[in-house]
């Protein structure tokens, strides 16, 4: 909400609405004395006392204290601690506590404001659907109509945005929204809501909206739930015990109920593997689908619940642009958000002000509270972790560890701490990679090779309509209906197999049925698709069933692109940890992108598929570095960030280079590996690429490799890629990597938003851009050193268009783009 400003009287901070050159791009975290101990500060020549008050401020791991940088905290990871440098002159160093009522009396008057106004929106948006329930059950006609789905299909035929109103005679009615926003009606996302929740995490967000909502509604009208998912920190876990004291002296009505799902989460890594970046499964099995099973109504219904939780956007990029109140992930969920725009510093404010019991885990140095181990948190939370909580870790850590060293990798312990595991499926070496569903279409007839039981399978067909059968000891006939069609099915069975064939080839039908197979073959009982039933007919536990409620909504199967988060999760691990599958290397041939078929594309894109510069090879070579790098489609067909290219390539050449460069540094896995394993002054060949890589890495085939290599080498010579932007310069018979320091503004610009994206986040450090792991930016893909860097960064930050802030200055490093853009849209506005 705030502009933030150091106040070095009280050690503490300032709000302020508006922004002066003292004003900090980035909400700083109070610090304790005991996060001060861990750092081993008081053996280092700190003196400070165990106060129950603030010490210092902390962005990121840059220490701040009464508005000066003192150290910072470099290197930590799942095994090794930080390394604390000092600035000059703050080697040692006496402090004293942050004067937290003075502070707080200073910020009494914005904190206010923003109180109130959040209590403002708990209580009119609680009012209104309490309203909305009224409304419901007071008229039959109310009732009798969806009017959710009613709008969906207006929306659908006119392709004009719907809205659900009510009406001032309490009935409920569907315009359009623009009409509705004319008239000054008030949009509603139910018609009716079942329960009201405070959504409880043992996070500093979660505790305040909890606080708020007490203060705005009445404490029977809503339920607080703790999700203990398995991960937990003990500090979590002993907070939420406090909550309910302190809520339960105080409003002694407000129920509080903590959902688990019904095995522990370790047991779930057994089956189905650790989550990563492409095996998500740990929020939907462990912390959702328990969260909203446990909600259900009366016949096993979902309930329409509406939760009031702590989501803010300064966390994301992708929670930045979330409306205040919204649709739930889950059929009949929504979300409102009265924290949206808070900062942190708000947030501590307001605990401070309100002296609500704090999560002991702050006080120890974590910015976030998450989980035990996850391979989406920040090698500074693994540090903390392991020091503070190894034993509840060990179990977690011991299996990752087991796994990874039966994968094959060479540098296990490398391999974990760098978090290489967030982008590998790990799983036990039982996992095998082995398909259990087969399926092919021909002549009209759908063929199915599944290995599950008959039972299973013919349970989760009756998702997909209402069938009749007959059995001839191992084998059986019978025929299912789908809306009007009748389809005919045969086939055999075993105990532990099926074999089946219909006879439809459609492809709708085939998508289906080839998920109803997932299901049936996959399945672990995790309960994620149980929550996606709107009338109560699935139940997962104790075993599938589908009753007679089914109305075949098929929102079981298709609320994953699998139909089951299970299917999807073993299908991609393997007992060997290969290259990365989400970059591209196949296809170069030994070709890499030529300067020259660039420039016969572009200057006449629709007759260059005839030209005769390029032999058949050379073509689907040219295919292959372009859709990589974003400039064609599958159809072989200018993406609209393709023509933005060929303008571009018209214009500016070099800046087309640097941006062909920058996205296959995403999408490539040679041009990935490159940048990771050569650096700015090695000397290399081909032979020297191969046997890096495959020293930290398998691979499966050592040809396609190697041709990739070739590949690259070539691109180097017929491209500015080589020479001109230094990556590959020749020297002798071999190559060498220089700094490229001539990089635009214009491609600096676009590196950073796109590595914004893929972290998703607006806010970084300009040492986060020299992090060898994870995604890349700029200074790795070109090879930047520092000083050139910020030399860039300050004249982009003084740009008339100011793309981005870039606070230099005071010890900080701190980088801000601008949330109204994204890598496309700053390179088009850069290059008008």
């Not at 008229?139 to 009017?147: E, K, R, S, Y």
């Not at 009716?192 to 203060?215: E, H, M, P, W, Y």
């Not at 991960?231 to 907070?239: D, G, I, M, N, V």
Request: glycine share 6%.
């Amino acid at each position: 909400m705030y502009k933030i400003e150091w106040d070095k009287e009280t050690g503490g901070i300032l709000l302020s609405s508006k922004v002066t050159k003292e004003t900090l791009g980035i909400s700083p975290r109070p610090v304790w004395f005991e996060e001060l101990n861990l750092l081993g500060l008081e053996k280092l020549g700190y003196i400070y006392p165990p106060a129950e008050a603030p010490l210092m401020w902390a962005v990121n791991k840059q220490y701040f204290y009464r508005g000066e940088l003192m150290f910072e905290a470099k290197g930590a990871n799942i095994y090794d601690a930080p390394t604390i440098v000092f600035q000059e002159g703050k080697e040692t160093a006496t402090l004293v506590p942050v004067d937290l009522e003075e502070m707080l009396r200073r910020n009494k008057d914005q904190m206010f404001l923003i109180e109130n106004e959040a209590l403002e929106f708990i209580r009119d948006t609680y009012i209104a659907y309490a309203g909305v329930n009224q409304a419901y059950d007071a008229i039959m006609a109310n009732q009798n109509i969806d009017f959710e789905a009613l709008a969906q299909k207006v929306e659908k035929k006119t392709k004009q945005k719907m809205a659900v109103v009510k009406e001032d005679c309490d009935s409920f009615d569907v315009m359009p929204l623009d009409e509705a926003n004319v008239k000054g009606k008030r949009v509603l996302l139910s018609t009716r809501i079942d329960k009201f929740i405070a959504s409880f995490s043992g996070g500093k967000d979660s505790q305040v909206v909890l606080d708020l909502v007490t203060r705005a509604i009445p404490p029977t009208a809503f339920e607080v739930i703790y999700s203990d998912t398995g991960y937990e920190l003990p500090p979590s876990l002993e907070l939420y015990e406090e909550v309910k004291r302190y809520y339960g002296n105080r409003f002694p009505a407000l129920k509080f109920t903590t959902t688990r799902n019904h095995e522990s989460v370790l047991n779930y890594w057994d089956k189905i593997g650790t989550p990563s970046d492409t095996h998500r499964w740990c929020c939907s099995v462990m912390k959702t689908a328990p969260l909203y099973r446990s909600l259900k109504m009366d016949g096993n219904k979902q309930a329409r619940v509406l939760t009031f939780d702590g989501v803010r956007a300064e966390e994301s990029t992708r929670r930045s642009s979330y409306n205040r109140i919204g649709k739930g992930k889950h059929i009949y969920t929504y979300n409102a958000h009265p924290i949206l725009q808070w900062n942190t510093v708000e947030i501590f404010l307001y605990m401070f002000i309100h002296n609500l019991p704090i999560n002991q885990s702050y006080r120890y140095g974590f910015s976030r509270v998450g989980c035990v181990i996850c391979p989406f948190g920040s090698e500074w939370s693994d540090f903390l972790v392991s020091r503070l909580y190894p034993n509840v870790r060990k179990p977690f850590l011991d299996k990752l560890q087991y796994w990874v060293e039966a994968s094959g990798i060479k540098d296990p312990e490398t391999f974990i701490k760098t978090k290489r595991w967030h982008i590998s499926a790990i799983g036990s070496p039982v996992l095998r990679n082995k398909e259990k569903v087969l399926i092919s279409s021909n002549n009209h007839v759908t063929r199915l090779k599944i290995s599950a039981t008959s039972n299973m399978f013919f349970e989760w067909l009756k998702v997909l309509g209402s069938y009749t059968m007959g059995y001839s000891k191992n084998s059986f006939s019978g025929a299912i209906q789908i809306g009007k069609d009748i389809i005919p099915f045969s086939g055999t069975k075993t105990l532990t197999h099926i074999d089946i064939k219909f006879n439809s080839n459609d492809s709708r039908f085939a998508n289906n049925i080839m998920r109803i197979a997932q299901k049936a073959a996959y399945c672990i009982q995790c309960e994620v698709c149980e929550v996606q039933c709107p009338t109560g007919a699935l139940k997962i536990v104790p075993q599938v069933s589908i009753g007679s409620q089914c109305v075949h909504c098929l929102k079981c199967i298709n609320f994953h692109e699998k139909g089951c988060i299970a299917a999807d999760c073993l299908r991609k691990i393997s007992g060997k940890i290969k290259m990365d599958s989400t970059l591209s290397i196949k296809g170069y041939k030994t070709f890499g992108l030529r300067d020259e078929w660039v420039d016969e594309y572009v200057s006449d894109p629709d007759n260059f598929w005839s030209s005769t510069l390029l032999g058949t090879a050379m073509f689907d070579s040219f295919k292959s570095w372009t859709k990589d790098a974003g400039l064609l489609d599958t159809k072989n067909n200018p993406t609209e960030f393709g023509k933005l290219m060929q303008e571009i390539y018209r214009n500016t050449p070099s800046l087309f280079w640097e941006v062909i460069w920058i996205n296959l540094s995403y999408s490539s896995f040679i041009v990935n590996r490159f940048i990771n394993q050569i650096s700015v002054g090695d000397i290399f060949d081909k032979r020297t690429i191969a046997d890096k890589i495959t020293t930290s890495e398998s691979v499966s085939s050592l040809t396609t490799l190697n041709n990739a290599v070739g590949a690259l080498i070539d691109m180097f010579k017929s491209s500015p890629i080589g020479e001109d932007f230094s990556q590959g310069e020749v020297i002798e018979k071999k190559r060498i990597r220089r700094s490229y320091d001539d990089l635009s503004l214009e491609g600096l610009a676009y590196s950073l938003y796109l590595y914004a994206e893929k972290n998703d986040s607006t806010e970084f450090r300009v040492s986060d851009l020299y992090n060898t792991e994870g995604y890349k930016s700029a200074p790795l893909e070109f090879g930047i050193p520092r000083n050139v860097l910020l030399k860039k960064l300050r004249s982009l930050s003084s740009d008339s268009n100011r793309v981005l802030l870039a606070e230099l200055n005071m010890g900080l490093d701190h980088i801000t783009l601008r949330k109204d853009l994204n890598a496309i849209s700053v390179l088009e506005l850069l290059t008008k």
